[in-house]
């Protein structure tokens, strides 16, 4: 004959597995619902990033000629290091594109650039960006972006 405590031991686990089985079988049951919540890719606010992926990408493509300095797809900034045009090397560039939100937005796209002139060999001073310039810029990552996201609807 087997002790008390055995049997409840014994009989505490058979409920145990029990409870297992049950709640096994409902999550099967679940599977086999015909409707199913479809994602919408193209949507305009595509977040895995942690921003706005078409913005976030458009950008990096509109940027693609300079060096990067830093990217973080988590704050949405990318951060380039100086370039300076091969046709004109006595100017130089830096820019500095945010990203603000998960939306894709005009008001959700903030570019900054500074501007350096040389003055002397080796030395560069700071030279005011005509605003259209930056301007520009943003309405090229806008249009790119738009452009990805009308990619992923028709794709």
Request: charged letters at 25%; one cysteine or more; glycine letters at 6%.
């Amino acid at each position: 004959m087997k002790p008390a405590s055995s049997s409840k031991t014994s009989i505490g686990r058979r409920a145990a597995h029990a409870i297992l089985l049950a709640a096994a079988l409902s999550t099967l049951g679940a599977c086999g619902k015909k409707e199913r919540p479809k994602a919408d890719l193209a949507a305009a606010r595509i977040s895995t990033i942690g921003v706005n992926s078409y913005l976030w990408r458009a950008s990096l493509d509109a940027l693609s000629f300079m060096p990067l300095l830093q990217t973080d797809s988590a704050g949405g900034v990318i951060v380039t290091d100086w370039y300076a045009n091969p046709n004109n090397p006595t100017e130089r560039m830096k820019v500095t594109v945010t990203i603000l939100d998960q939306d894709l937005r005009a008001d959700a796209l903030r570019v900054a650039a500074s501007r350096q002139v040389a003055v002397a060999a080796g030395t560069w001073v700071e030279a005011p960006v005509d605003a259209a310039t930056v301007q520009k810029l943003e309405d090229i990552i806008l249009t790119k972006a738009r452009d990805l996201r009308r990619e992923a609807i028709s794709g």
